[in-house]
């Protein structure tokens, strides 16, 4: 009987919706929920777990099923859950995959499931009411220590604001929300909550790290900045449908890691440097965490002229990691050298996917620009 229950829970698996986590949308879930009748992923699980009130979590493969269980899970399963859990969530709401950091993962579980943040909109007020104050750890710009700053995210004004006192009649810094993007890097700032905030400053990209000790706040925080978003490309683009403009709400980097690049002469020696690929702006720093780039690069389209190469040109010197990448511009031949093969395999194919797209009209504005950067 144990068996036939076990094979009953597995069967259910195969019906529409199941076959991926409730959660993270993650293939082939090997676990459930029998007091919330969902299937989830092995890390998800993990997440469930943490919520024992809420949800109470079974192996499909391993564990003995009794009778009720097995029919709760078949008079619920994922689609019916997505139904009730998932009935009001926004257009800006940032629904993470199973690519996405914990953090992210564990508080859509925690708003879906514990805080009913999706059956009451009430209780979306922190993200969505258009304004948002509070401390946030902003990590220093020259010695690298994290301090309490106050932010400030008004819709009206088009902007967030940091102040470097609470009481502070000016702000430090104003970031328009035009140029905003917000992506979490919990690796590269050396916190599960770190948040890399970028924007424009006289049309170079300025980086801002900042966490907060609250999981929820720090998600809260990231939402908000999406649905400000969210209503500025609204007004900015009246005839847009939701799902055109909430891809361009924020954006993860295509790629990050250390290369070696070389001067526009091609004659002094490669230095080893972070590269971050953001859509069409391929930056270097001397740092990972470094607020300004030292240079940018514009990456166009094949039809602008631009190409991707493996190898170096045959007369090169100077460099020490193997593996060449070119990229030719219309205007120049940018050299990089990756320090393993899988690297330069993952680098080209980044760059690739830039080439092959074809450019937008505003993005011929932004590569105008690069060509008249001193």
Same mark, same amino acid.
């Given at each position: 009987?144990?068996?036939?229950?076990?094979?009953?829970?597995?069967?259910?698996?195969?019906?529409?919706?199941?076959?991926?986590?409730?959660?993270?949308?993650?293939?082939?879930?090997?676990?459930?929920?029998? *007091?919330?009748?969902?299937?989830?992923?092995? =890390?998800?699980? #993990?997440?469930?777990?943490?919520?024992?009130?809420? =949800?109470?979590?079974?192996?499909?493969?391993?564990?003995?099923?009794?009778?009720?269980?097995?029919?709760?899970?078949?008079?619920?399963?994922?689609?019916?859950?997505?139904? *009730?859990?998932? %009935?009001?969530?926004?257009?800006?709401?940032?629904?993470?995959?199973?690519?996405?950091?914990?953090?992210?993962?564990?508080?859509?579980?925690?708003?879906?499931?514990?805080?009913?943040?999706?059956?009451?909109?009430?209780?979306?007020?922190?993200?969505?009411? #258009?304004?948002?104050?509070?401390?946030?750890?902003?990590?220093?710009?020259?010695?690298?220590?994290?301090?309490?700053?106050?932010?400030?995210?008004?819709?009206?004004?088009?902007?967030?604001?940091?102040?470097?006192?609470?009481?502070?009649?000016?702000?430090?810094?104003?970031?328009?929300?035009?140029?905003?993007?917000?992506?979490?890097?919990?690796?590269?700032?050396?916190?599960?909550?770190? @948040?890399?905030?970028?924007?424009?400053?006289?049309?170079?990209?300025?980086?801002?790290?900042?966490?907060?000790?609250?999981?929820?706040?720090?998600?809260?925080?990231?939402?908000?900045?999406?649905?400000?978003?969210?209503? &500025?490309?609204?007004?900015?683009?009246?005839?847009? %449908?939701?799902?055109? @403009?909430?891809?361009?709400?924020?954006?993860?980097?295509?790629?990050? #890691?250390?290369?070696?690049? !070389?001067?526009?002469?091609?004659?002094?020696?490669?230095?080893?440097?972070?590269?971050?690929?953001?859509?069409?702006?391929?930056? &270097?720093?001397?740092?990972?965490?470094?607020?300004?780039?030292?240079?940018?690069?514009?990456?166009? %389209?094949?039809? =602008?002229?631009?190409?991707?190469?493996?190898?170096?040109?045959? =007369? !090169?010197?100077?460099?020490?990691?193997?593996? #060449?990448?070119?990229?030719?511009?219309?205007?120049?031949?940018? @050299?990089?050298?990756?320090?393993?093969?899988?690297?330069?395999?993952?680098?080209?194919?980044?760059?690739?996917?830039?080439?092959?797209?074809?450019?937008?009209?505003?993005?011929?504005?932004?590569?105008?620009?690069?060509?008249?950067?001193?």
């Amino acid at each position: 009987m144990a068996k036939e229950r076990r094979r009953a829970v597995q069967e259910l698996l195969r019906w529409p919706g199941n076959s991926r986590c409730a959660d993270c949308g993650a293939p082939d879930p090997d676990w459930a929920s029998y *007091t919330l009748g969902v299937f989830i992923c092995l =890390s998800c699980s #993990g997440i469930h777990r943490s919520i024992p009130q809420v =949800s109470k979590v079974k192996s499909v493969r391993l564990d003995a099923w009794d009778e009720a269980q097995v029919e709760f899970m078949a008079s619920h399963g994922n689609e019916a859950a997505r139904a *009730t859990f998932e %009935s009001k969530v926004p257009s800006f709401y940032y629904r993470p995959t199973s690519s996405d950091c914990q953090l992210l993962r564990e508080q859509w579980v925690r708003a879906k499931y514990e805080r009913q943040e999706f059956i009451l909109p009430e209780k979306q007020e922190p993200y969505s009411a #258009g304004y948002r104050e509070g401390l946030l750890w902003k990590r220093g710009r020259d010695n690298g220590q994290f301090l309490s700053r106050k932010f400030v995210l008004t819709e009206r004004e088009g902007a967030l604001k940091y102040f470097n006192k609470n009481d502070a009649k000016e702000p430090k810094a104003i970031m328009k929300i035009e140029h905003l993007n917000a992506t979490f890097q919990p690796a590269k700032i050396g916190h599960p909550h770190g @948040l890399q905030v970028t924007y424009l400053k006289d049309n170079s990209t300025r980086n801002i790290f900042v966490y907060h000790e609250d999981g929820k706040e720090m998600v809260d925080w990231f939402n908000a900045l999406r649905a400000a978003r969210f209503h &500025y490309l609204q007004v900015a683009f009246p005839g847009a %449908s939701d799902v055109d @403009l909430v891809p361009k709400l924020s954006r993860n980097y295509l790629k990050e #890691g250390y290369m070696e690049k !070389t001067g526009p002469k091609q004659t002094e020696g490669f230095r080893k440097r972070w590269f971050t690929m953001d859509d069409r702006r391929l930056m &270097y720093f001397k740092d990972p965490l470094d607020a300004f780039a030292r240079g940018e690069v514009f990456i166009g %389209s094949k039809e =602008s002229g631009y190409t991707v190469l493996e190898g170096l040109p045959p =007369s !090169t010197q100077g460099y020490h990691w193997p593996h #060449g990448i070119t990229i030719v511009t219309p205007d120049r031949k940018f @050299l990089f050298t990756c320090e393993t093969e899988a690297d330069r395999k993952e680098w080209v194919e980044a760059f690739q996917k830039v080439v092959d797209r074809p450019m937008l009209p505003q993005e011929y504005a932004v590569e105008a620009h690069f060509k008249h950067k001193p």
